[in-house]
């Protein structure tokens, strides 16, 4: 057994830019390894009050770290064509050799209406994602390269800038049918912290993917969002979760919810048993050891941390120090 892979999960939604690089930065030092943060145009709430652009802030990071950078999710099919996205990888690793991976995801209206039009049902919005997967895999060949697809045209053009080694791309899902084409088309899986079972059949289709596309799953990485609430007592935690992170105690899809106001308003009806089974909140250091583990004992590779309350360095002081030395994989 070998110390296991945390990262450190950076809140856009929740912290300013200059704030997430300190953050990040201070994780590494405490013996984080890695930091990936969502792609927002808008805060979940309100109260949250951030959403700097993920790219600017990713490169900040890369500068004052050493580790993996993200983006952990960015959706390549509605604000940004899949070109700019590609464009946007390819400049970060170009950056920091060997240290950027792109996590794609189909997008949610929080975020993505914001340019108007029709917002499409999901089994639209994966069709588009996984076009864009195609012509982002057509640029980073380095070729000159044209698309016309459904969703996308891409004119003949290449990319200038381009790394030695092209990033990773890895598929956030949650569902079997994405996470088998995931499995068949992209190089690994993001997903986020659910029951043992949901898991088990999501790796189960990731891995039915990858062996008809002649790939071996086991090497190919499984990586986990794991959000959790720590503070110096358990109803100082409890209070952060309803604050801070409502939308982490919403029992329902979130992906057609277009503003951050309509977010606030639901909200209100969220109680403390909503988070049972969804976020470990608690002051015992130790217990979320065991539940960290717990994940990584199910197969992942990596697991980003997310304290959803705003008292990041002393949670990033606490974890460093009593949690990360005691977690294996």
């Known amino acids: 057994m070998t110390q296991a892979k945390i990262g450190y999960a950076a809140m856009l939604e929740q912290f300013g830019p200059q704030e997430v690089v300190d953050y990040s930065a201070k994780a590494e030092a ?4 890695g930091v990936m943060a969502a792609d927002h145009f808008q805060p979940w709430v309100p109260r949250q009050g951030q959403a700097a652009f993920v790219w600017n802030v990713m490169t900040a990071i890369g500068e004052r770290t050493k580790g993996d950078v993200g983006p952990g999710v960015t959706c390549p099919s509605f604000r ?32 993505e209406h ?37 969703y996308f045209k891409l004119e003949t053009t290449r990319l ?8 990773p791309i890895y598929v956030a899902t949650a569902g079997p049918v994405t996470a088998r084409k995931t499995g068949a088309l992209c190089d690994g899986i993001i997903t986020v912290g659910a029951p043992e079972e949901k898991i088990d059949g999501i790796f189960a289709k990731f891995e039915e993917g990858a062996r ?12 986990l969002q794991l959000h959790l609430s720590w503070a110096e007592t358990d109803e100082e935690a409890l ?40 976020m470990l909140i608690s002051s015992d250091p130790e217990a979320h050891r065991r539940y960290i583990q717990r994940f990584l004992d199910l197969g992942f590779d990596q697991v980003y941390l997310h304290n959803v309350g705003r008292n990041q360095e002393r949670w990033i002081e606490v974890f460093g120090r009593e949690v990360l030395p005691g977690l294996r994989r």
């Open 30 to 33: 405490a013996g984080f390894s």
């Open 212 to 223: 008809e596309a002649g790939k071996d799953p086991s090497t190919m990485p499984r990586i």
């Open 239 to 278: 209070q952060n979760a309803l604050v801070e992170w409502p939308n982490g105690g919403m029992k329902f899809p979130k992906q057609d919810i277009r503003s951050p106001f309509d977010f606030e308003q639901m909200a209100r009806l969220v109680r403390p048993e909503d988070f049972q089974g969804r």
């Open 160 to 167: 200038w800038t381009l790394p030695a080694q092209t990033p």
């Open 114 to 150: 914001v340019v108007a039009g029709y917002w499409p049902e999901t089994p639209e919005r994966i069709a588009r994602m996984f076009e864009a997967i195609e012509v982002i895999r057509k640029l980073f060949s380095g070729k000159d390269v044209k698309h016309e697809g459904t």
């Open 80 to 111: 940004m064509h899949p070109a700019i996205v590609a464009q946007a990888s390819a400049t970060l690793a170009a950056m920091y050799p060997g240290r950027h991976w792109l996590g794609l995801g189909s997008g949610e209206a929080l975020n």
